[in-house]
Nanobody, 119 residues
Framework: QVQLEESGGGLVQAGGSLRLSCATS????????MAWLRQAPGKERELVAR????????VYADSVKGRFTISRDNAKNTVYLQMNSLKPEDTAVYYC????????????WGQGTQVTVSS
């Protein structure tokens, strides 16, 4: 099994920064990719960033390119999302998720962490 636990959310003013952390345990070392997704009130959940674990290659939503950076620390079994130049529209619950195979969707999820950006 895989366990994911997010932390680092909070309230920040527009233009500020936050770093989210996703502590992982279980067989995440064999995962295909790790990702951050978010869901704002009244909106569908959307992919924010994804990192392929074998290559380190990353994918970002257009809305966060140049502002957010996903990374992982294998020694700490942790995935990060550095968020800079935050905007009010970044307000959402942010989830960490694990994709175990290229053929499968995100199977494991954290409980989510709230990010609120005030204008």
């Amino acid at each position: 099994q895989v366990q994911l636990e997010e932390s680092g959310g909070g309230l920040v003013q527009a233009g500020g920064s936050l770093r989210l952390s996703c502590a992982t345990s279980g067989r995440t070392s064999s995962a295909y990719a790790m990702a951050w997704l978010r869901q704002a009130p009244g909106k569908e959940r959307e992919l924010v960033a994804r990192i392929r674990l074998s290559t380190g290659s990353t994918v970002y939503a257009d809305s966060v390119k140049g502002r957010f950076t996903i990374s992982r620390d294998n020694a700490k079994n942790t995935v990060y999302l550095q968020m800079n130049s935050l905007k009010p529209e970044d307000t959402a619950v942010y989830y960490c998720a694990a994709q175990m195979s290229i053929l499968r969707k995100y199977e494991y999820w954290g409980q989510g962490t709230q990010v609120t950006v005030s204008s």
